[in-house]
């Protein structure tokens, strides 16, 4: 059984900043990437940003320069820094992890249950 469990969402004013967090749990042999995917109302689910276990970073165009992705391999955490937050990245944000558990051979992707994100203009 693995859980990834997001944290950090909230309603934060256009051009303020938050940061997400998420920590997988469970019977975890080894992590591969982790990212953050958002899904806004009416939309579908896009990158945001992810991160390979060597720290190699992709961005998304819409949030380059605005966001930070981070993890701690010691915690199985991946966070994610967003600041001059606007409107239009209003969502909810999606942990994702492409992992191995124990006993198994293949790697597969997990998904935590979403943290909302709202920005007030």
């Known amino acids: 059984q693995v859980q990834l469990v997001e944290s950090g969402g909230d309603l934060v004013q256009a051009g303020g900043s938050l940061r997400l967090s998420c920590a997988a749990s469970?019977?975890?042999?080894?992590?591969?990437?982790m990212g953050w995917y958002r899904q806004a109302p009416g939309k579908q689910r896009e990158l945001v940003a992810r991160?390979?276990?060597?720290?190699?970073?992709t961005y998304a165009n819409s949030v380059k320069g605005r966001a930070t992705i981070s993890r701690d391999n010691a915690k199985n955490t991946v966070y994610l820094r967003m600041n001059s937050l606007k409107p239009e990245d209003t969502a909810v944000y999606y942990c994702?992890?492409?992992?191995?558990?124990?006993?198994?051979?293949?790697?597969?992707?997990?998904w935590g249950q979403g943290t909302q994100v709202t920005v007030s203009s």
């Open positions: 469970g019977s975890i042999s080894t992590i591969n990437n």
């Open positions: 994702t992890a492409y992992l191995l558990t124990y006993g198994s051979t293949t790697f597969g992707a997990y």
């Open positions: 991160i390979s276990v060597s720290g190699t970073t």
